[in-house]
């Protein structure tokens, strides 16, 4: 029974195969020339490969694309940018405000409020490493050492000296005389551990009043006997009136921006 259907099966593929052919024969005749490939050439400077300012310029834009893909961690990590997101949260949670303000509000919030902070440290790092490095009148090495001291400075003054202790003993480095002596993989990370104690600090004393607002209503909603009715659904409003009346955002800025002084 399947052989008849086997044999047609198989002389329609020999018939398919054949036109195929014949369509390739007539499209590319044998006489045509072969379809050429253009050479594709990514290189950078005069391509001679013994001039050694080609590589150096090569470097260059290398170390630039690598601190461009780096630059949001250096802005969250060298920064007052940590502190700020984490107790912009805490407000957040805190209201209970679900997704509001949203993500890219709290977010652009805390950059510029970054710049705010950082503006007197950046300043010191265009006067001192930038412009003149732009200008050639120091070398690269030189530039980021000095663009790295104001950094270092602002980072230090805000670390916890147990936090700094604690990765200097981890490292197993000798004891450092002073500040100079501390290498940056050993502050940064104390720089960021002491923000986020710091920042907690700040968000639980942000979360007390509001958990005082939570526990009243739903003491209330018990004692009339409302056990279905949610007590978060009564207490925001209260909770979003309490921060409005005491101007919540001017409090919490100010209480962020002076803690770096």
């Given at each position: 029974?399947?052989?008849p259907r086997i044999a047609i099966t198989y002389r329609l593929s020999l018939i398919l195969l054949l036109v195929i052919v014949l369509v390739a024969i007539f499209i590319f005749p044998a006489s045509a020339e072969p379809m050429q490939i253009p050479n594709i050439n990514l290189q950078i400077g005069d391509g001679?490969?013994?001039n050694p300012q080609n590589l150096s310029t090569a470097l260059q834009l290398v170390i630039l694309l690598?601190?461009?893909a780096l630059a949001p961690a250096i802005l969250i990590m060298l920064t007052s940018f940590i502190r700020i997101i984490v107790?912009?949260?805490f407000i957040r949670t805190s209201l209970a405000t679900q997704q509001m303000p949203p993500n890219q509000v709290l977010i652009g919030l805390a950059l510029f409020l970054t710049f705010f902070v950082m503006a007197p440290t950046f300043q010191q790092v265009n006067n001192q490493a930038l412009q003149p490095y732009l200008k050639s009148e120091i070398n690269q090495e030189t530039a980021f050492k000095k663009g790295m001291q104001p950094i270092r400075e602002f980072m230090f003054k805000q670390t916890r000296e147990k936090d700094l202790a604690l990765f200097v003993k981890m490292s197993e480095m000798k004891r450092p005389r002073n500040f100079d002596d501390i290498p940056n993989y050993v502050l940064i990370p104390s720089f960021v551990i002491s923000e986020l104690k710091t920042a907690f600090q700040i968000?639980?004393?942000?979360?007390?009043?509001f958990l005082v607002i939570d526990m009243v209503v739903?003491?209330?909603l018990m004692s009339m006997g409302m056990m279905m009715l949610p007590p978060m659904m009564i207490s925001l409003p209260f909770k979003i009136l309490l921060f409005v009346l005491v101007d919540g955002w001017n409090?919490?800025?100010?209480?962020?921006?002076?803690?770096?002084k």
């Amino acid at each position: 029974m399947n052989r008849p259907r086997i044999a047609i099966t198989y002389r329609l593929s020999l018939i398919l195969l054949l036109v195929i052919v014949l369509v390739a024969i007539f499209i590319f005749p044998a006489s045509a020339e072969p379809m050429q490939i253009p050479n594709i050439n990514l290189q950078i400077g005069d391509g001679t490969g013994d001039n050694p300012q080609n590589l150096s310029t090569a470097l260059q834009l290398v170390i630039l694309l690598t601190v461009l893909a780096l630059a949001p961690a250096i802005l969250i990590m060298l920064t007052s940018f940590i502190r700020i997101i984490v107790v912009m949260g805490f407000i957040r949670t805190s209201l209970a405000t679900q997704q509001m303000p949203p993500n890219q509000v709290l977010i652009g919030l805390a950059l510029f409020l970054t710049f705010f902070v950082m503006a007197p440290t950046f300043q010191q790092v265009n006067n001192q490493a930038l412009q003149p490095y732009l200008k050639s009148e120091i070398n690269q090495e030189t530039a980021f050492k000095k663009g790295m001291q104001p950094i270092r400075e602002f980072m230090f003054k805000q670390t916890r000296e147990k936090d700094l202790a604690l990765f200097v003993k981890m490292s197993e480095m000798k004891r450092p005389r002073n500040f100079d002596d501390i290498p940056n993989y050993v502050l940064i990370p104390s720089f960021v551990i002491s923000e986020l104690k710091t920042a907690f600090q700040i968000g639980f004393v942000i979360f007390v009043p509001f958990l005082v607002i939570d526990m009243v209503v739903a003491s209330a909603l018990m004692s009339m006997g409302m056990m279905m009715l949610p007590p978060m659904m009564i207490s925001l409003p209260f909770k979003i009136l309490l921060f409005v009346l005491v101007d919540g955002w001017n409090l919490v800025i100010q209480s962020l921006v002076l803690s770096f002084k």
